[in-house]
């Protein structure tokens, strides 16, 4: 069995971190077998080196290895790339075509971003791992392959799992053994090393002294946070061998080529998944305003009915005054109030005229007249109140009971705001 730092040597992987190293060891210990490889890291680590170095040490290492970007091919056709398909199966399919799992026949694929196909390419893929077999497209005949699969994927496999985009039993077929690798800024002590021999590769390339970096651009080079890996870290180093004339690279020069470099130094907020009741996209906020739209009118349909059952002003005013106020305070209130109004200057209604006696039966309408706007759908109200209320209260949460913050928001205005908390006594 192949040494650690003879494989590093072999295929030119820099670096002494631990975790870089374990991934190593993992590889060439599955090498010999035929199990399924799963390579997860965020997207610039180096994930395809780990499938060359399984098959490379692997028995299949004189067949084919074939290479395959999950992402890059449409999902129209990424069937027929993978399978193959028979002439005449599809407009434009004028001859019969082999896919990758045949002509690998006896090699290893590598699925690369093997999280992005889709869930109908996910089952073939899952019968290909549990038996070998599979169908060409617009073919009933069934073939045979023995390829080994590695695959890798830079997204986060649970939570895909959990979105419905991803199979949960390929997921547990394809990572028999999983094998993470670190992200740079988890490398340290790994970033000059890889900046010199990137800059020394260059230099090489395009015949030019190499750069080198002066003490402060070290510092600098190490605090950043590198979020495209060591990918961004090779482009970086390319593009200042090529456009500095001066060969010594100092802070100032070298922050010139990093995005965001000064503020590289400050600890980042990472979200790893968004809270409920964040308003993340228009369409949530678009959700926000019909429910409230929905309550006001489902109060107004009540009101209304009181008015046309009663016709006494007066007495629809003392019996829903709290209805009145939450529909017509917004245009009224302000935060300084200095006097409380009265529910009939919120509706403008005239004055009550006291009646000397009750209204005659006459007056008042049939029973069963307005029956019809009597179904208020009073539990599908309150429960748009009690989200209205729960989203207030996480909105004045996160901004730590600024109503200003919290109602820019939530998508309304700070008197509305203010109504609601006197409304809801928040």
């Known amino acids: 069995m192949e040494s650690v730092q003879s494989i590093k040597q072999r295929f030119e992987l820099i670096g002494n971190d631990v975790k870089l190293n374990r991934a190593i060891e993992k590889a060439i210990q599955v090498a010999p077998t035929d199990i399924s490889v799963l390579v997860t890291g965020e997207s610039g680590v180096g994930k395809e080196s780990i499938p060359k170095i399984i ?14 970007n999950c992402g890059a091919i449409p999902e129209g056709t990424i069937d027929s790339e993978l399978f193959g398909h028979e002439k005449g199966a599809f407009t434009g399919a004028t001859q019969t075509r082999s896919g990758y799992f045949e002509v690998a026949d006896g090699g290893t694929i590598f699925l690369d971003e093997v999280g992005e196909l889709p869930l109908t390419t996910q089952v073939r893929l899952l019968r290909v791992l549990e038996n070998g077999e599979f169908l060409k497209v ?4 069934v073939q045979k392959t023995d390829v080994r699969i590695v695959a890798a994927t830079n997204i986060n496999m649970f939570e895909a799992i959990k979105k419905e985009k ?3 039993d390929l997921y547990y077929r394809l990572s028999t053994v999983e094998i993470h690798l670190p992200p740079l800024r988890d490398r340290r002590e790994d970033i000059h ?12 390339k395009y015949k030019m002294p ?6 402060d651009a070290v510092n600098l080079l190490l605090k950043y946070r590198w979020p495209g890996n060591i990918r961004q870290l090779r482009n970086i180093a390319e593009q200042i061998s090529v456009l500095e004339e001066n060969r010594s690279i100092s802070a100032a020069t070298l922050s010139s080529y990093l995005p965001d470099a000064s503020s590289s130094n400050l600890p980042a ?13 228009e369409r949530e906020i678009l959700y926000k305003v019909l429910f409230d739209m929905k309550g006001d009118l489902n109060d107004l349909k009540k009101l209304t009915l009181e008015l046309l059952k ?20 917004n245009q009224q209130q302000e935060e300084d109030i200095e006097h409380e109004e009265t529910p009939a200057e919120l509706l403008h209604l005239p004055e009550p005229v006291v009646e000397a006696s009750a209204p005659t039966p006459s007056q008042q309408p049939p029973e069963d007249r307005y029956h019809f706007a009597e179904e208020i759908e009073e539990e599908e109200t309150l429960s748009l109140q009690e989200k209205e209320i729960e989203l207030i209260k996480k909105s004045l949460e996160r901004n730590k009971g600024k109503r200003k913050a919290a109602a820019a928001e939530l998508g309304i205005s700070e008197r509305t705001l203010y109504r609601k908390i006197k409304q809801y006594d928040l």
């Open 55 to 68: 098959h490379s040490l692997s028995h299949r290492k004189h067949a084919k290895y074939i290479a395959v």
């Open 166 to 168: 991803f199979r949960e």
């Open 210 to 215: 190499t750069i080198r970096l002066e003490d």
């Open 269 to 281: 907020v990472i979200e790893q998944s968004r809270k409920e009741g964040d308003f993340s996209n």
């Open 193 to 204: 090393l890889l900046f010199r021999k990137f800059a020394s590769d260059f230099g090489q």
């Open 310 to 329: 009663d016709n006494d002003s007066n007495k629809v005013q003392r019996e829903n005054e709290g209805l009145i106020r939450k529909i017509y305070g």
């Open 138 to 141: 617009g073919s009933s005949q």
